[in-house]
């Protein structure tokens, strides 16, 4: 058997350090699709359909997407709420798979908010 170099074993870690967070409770984001009626009626299953796909088309292991009933304001659906890990939830108004998509890419990866779409910020 071969013996494991220390940039071997640093590789490993990368690669399996998303997926212990997550099986460990600590995701670095975590990505709520508000799944209600009014929320369903206005396309929040393709919301997130995208936003699975955009997990896994980026080969993510440290993002948790969850599902939640409506926060009261139908008017504004659908809704999404990303919280990061060190700061405050964000919610974003009249999402659509395109929206998501940059929402993720931006938020949810690198960390900018993006103004356009907030509904609330904590």
Same mark, same amino acid.
């Given at each position: 058997?071969? #013996?494991? &170099?220390? %940039?071997?074993?640093?590789?490993? #870690?990368?690669?399996?350090?998303?997926?212990m =967070?997550?099986?460990? @409770?600590?995701?670095?984001? &975590? +990505?709520?699709?508000?799944?209600?009626? !009014?929320?369903?009626?206005? @396309?929040?299953? %393709?919301?997130?359909?995208?936003?699975?796909?955009?997990?896994?088309? $980026?080969?993510?292991?440290?993002?948790?997407?969850?599902? =939640?009933?409506?926060?009261?304001? !139908?008017?504004?659906?659908?809704? /999404?709420? /990303? %919280? *990061?890990?060190? $700061?405050g939830? +964000?919610?974003?108004?009249?999402?659509?798979?395109? #929206?998501i *998509?940059?929402?993720?890419?931006?938020? /949810? +990866?690198?960390? %900018?908010?993006? $103004?356009?779409? /907030?509904?609330? #910020?904590?």
């Amino acid at each position: 058997m071969a #013996k494991l &170099t220390f %940039e071997d074993l640093k590789q490993i #870690k990368e690669k399996t350090g998303g997926a212990m =967070a997550l099986r460990l @409770g600590r995701p670095r984001a &975590t +990505v709520t699709v508000h799944l209600g009626t !009014c929320g369903i009626a206005a @396309g929040a299953r %393709e919301v997130m359909n995208a936003l699975m796909a955009e997990i896994a088309d $980026s080969n993510r292991h440290d993002i948790r997407a969850l599902a =939640a009933g409506c926060m009261g304001q !139908c008017a504004s659906e659908p809704h /999404v709420t /990303v %919280e *990061r890990e060190g $700061s405050g939830p +964000v919610t974003y108004r009249q999402m659509n798979p395109d #929206k998501i *998509r940059q929402v993720y890419r931006r938020h /949810v +990866v690198q960390g %900018e908010v993006v $103004s356009d779409f /907030v509904l609330n #910020k904590a």
